[in-house]
Nanobody, 123 residues
């Protein structure tokens, strides 16, 4: 069982930055690939970024490529999402997720989810 707790969300102006954190606890936590997803009001939950269990592989949605960076600190059991050049369309609840199968881009491939953290970008 893996537990995930996100933090770092908030209100920011367009062009600003935020860093989200996801604290990972539980058994086998170091062998899971991790992902970030987001869900805006009235929309499906969508993939944002993912990272392999050792941090060697990363994937990004086209909409965030070049602006967001995913990373993990195994010593701290934490996964980060650095978000730069934020846009109003980045407004959503951001979820951290863990996958046994690899840094995939489909939410059905993730086994554990956090409760989410709200990110609001004002124009």
């Amino acid at each position: 069982q893996v537990q995930l707790v996100e933090s770092g969300g908030g209100l920011v102006q367009a062009g600003g930055s935020l860093r989200l954190s996801c604290a990972v606890s539980g058994s086998g936590r170091t062998t899971y690939a991790m992902g970030w997803f987001r869900q805006a009001p009235g929309k499906e939950r969508e993939f944002v970024a993912s990272i392999g269990w050792n941090g060697g592989i990363t994937y990004y949605a086209d909409s965030v490529k070049g602006r967001f960076i995913i990373s993990r600190d195994s010593a701290k059991n934490t996964v980060y999402l650095q978000m730069n050049s934020l846009k109003p369309e980045d407004t959503a609840i951001y979820y951290c997720a863990a996958s046994r199968w690899g840094p995939l881009q489909t939410k059905a491939d993730y086994d554990y989810w956090g409760q989410g953290t709200q990110v609001t970008v004002s124009s």
